[in-house]
C-alpha cells in the first residue's frame, strides 16, 4: 500500500502542507495552553479577592450571638440579622462542617435575584471532604467547573468559596475554533500557491526530461547518426540542482555522440576493408577459373 503520492510534485505539496498543519496545531495548542493559564491565574486571583471578602462577612455574621454557633447563609443567622457577603453571580459560597458530611451545609451558588441556588447532598458532602487551603484548586460541582477556595472558619465549619470556569472554557472553546479554522484556511492556502510554485520551481526538470524523451525517438541503430539534441545552457547551470541534472544530461550525450562516431568510422573502415579484398581477389580467381 502506497501512502505518499507517486508524483514528486503531490510530494513536495503534501509535504508543506502538512508542515503548515503541524504549524497551526502547535501554535494553537502553544497559544491556548498560555490563554488557559493566563486566564486560570486571573480566576485564582479573582477567588482570592471574593474569600477575603467573605471570611469577615462570615466572621462579624456568625459572631457568638448566633444560636449554637452554626452561621446559615444566605437569610436569618440570629438577631434578624440577614447575611448577604458580597458576592458575584454564579459564585460558589457553601458553608459545610468539617468531616465529610452535609448534615448542617448552608449556600449554594449565588443567583442573579442575590438568592442561593442549592446543592445536592452528593455536592455538598464532596465539599465537606475539602481540605483548607490558601490557593485555589479546580474542582468540579454538579458537573460545572470551579475553582474555588477553602478556608477553615472555625473548628467545625469549613467556608467555601469559588468562581465557575465557564468563561475560561468558552474563551479556550473560542479560541481552538478559530485556530481550527485559521489552520485550515492556511492548509487550503498552502495546496493552491503550494501547487503552482512547486510546478513553476519544477518546469526546467521538466523540460530537462522533454530533451532526454527527444533523444528517445532518434533511431541510433546504425549509419552516421549524431545527437545534436542538448539541454539548453541556462538549464545547465551546475549552481542550482536542476542545472546538475541538465549538465550530467549533457555530458552524457556528448559521450554517446562520440561512441556513435567512432562506431560508424569503424563501420566505414570495415566496408572499405572488405571492398579492397574483394578487388584484390577478383584478379587472381579469375585467372584460376580462366
Known amino acids: 500500500m502506497r501512502l505518499l503520492p507517486r508524483t514528486l510534485t503531490s510530494r513536495l505539496v503534501v509535504t508543506a502542507v502538512a508542515l503548515v498543519a503541524v504549524v497551526g496545531i502547535l501554535v494553537g495548542l502553544s497559544a491556548t495552553l498560555v490563554m488557559r493559564n493566563i486566564l486560570s491565574d486571573r480566576l485564582d486571583e479573582q477567588v482570592s479577592d471574593a474569600a477575603r471578602r467573605s471570611t469577615p462577612q462570615f466572621e462579624r455574621a456568625g459572631g457568638p450571638s448566633i444560636p449554637d454557633g452554626i452561621p446559615v447563609p444566605p ?21 459545610v462542617p468539617v468531616g465529610g458530611s ?3 451545609s448552608s449556600g449554594g451558588i449565588v443567583t442573579e435575584d442575590s438568592t442561593y441556588a442549592t446543592l445536592s447532598a452528593d455536592s455538598l458532602a464532596e465539599l465537606a ?16 467547573g470551579y475553582h474555588v477556595i477553602v478556608t477553615q472558619v472555625s473548628t467545625t465549619q469549613l467556608l467555601v ?48 526530461a522533454e530533451a532526454a524523451r527527444e533523444v528517445t525517438n532518434q533511431d541510433l541503430s546504425s549509419g552516421d547518426t549524431t545527437i545534436t539534441t542538448r539541454v539548453p ?46 578487388h584484390e581477389l577478383r584478379t587472381p580467381l579469375a585467372t584460376i577459373t580462366g
Open 102 to 104: 452535609s448534615a448542617g
Open 161 to 208: 468559596v469559588g468562581l465557575p470556569t465557564d468563561d475560561i472554557d468558552n474563551t479556550l472553546e473560542s479560541l481552538v475554533t478559530t485556530f481550527a479554522l485559521l489552520t485550515l484556511i492556511g492548509i487550503g492556502i498552502a495546496i493552491i500557491a503550494g501547487t503552482g510554485l512547486v510546478r513553476h520551481q519544477l518546469r526546467p526538470l521538466h523540460e530537462v
Open 75 to 95: 437569610g436569618n443567622i440570629g438577631g434578624g440579622v440577614q447575611f448577604r457577603p458580597p458576592q458575584s453571580v454564579g459564585t460558589l459560597y457553601v458553608v
Open 129 to 144: 471532604g475539602l481540605s483548607p487551603s490558601r490557593s485555589a484548586h479546580a474542582i468540579e460541582v454538579g458537573g460545572r
Open 233 to 278: 545552457a541556462e538549464l545547465a547551470d551546475t549552481t542550482t540542482e536542476v542545472g546538475q541534472v541538465g549538465a550530467a544530461l549533457n555530458t552524457l550525450l556528448d559521450h554517446v555522440d562520440t561512441a556513435l562516431g567512432a562506431r560508424h568510422r569503424s563501420e566505414q573502415q570495415v566496408r572499405q576493408f572488405v571492398a579492397d579484398a574483394s
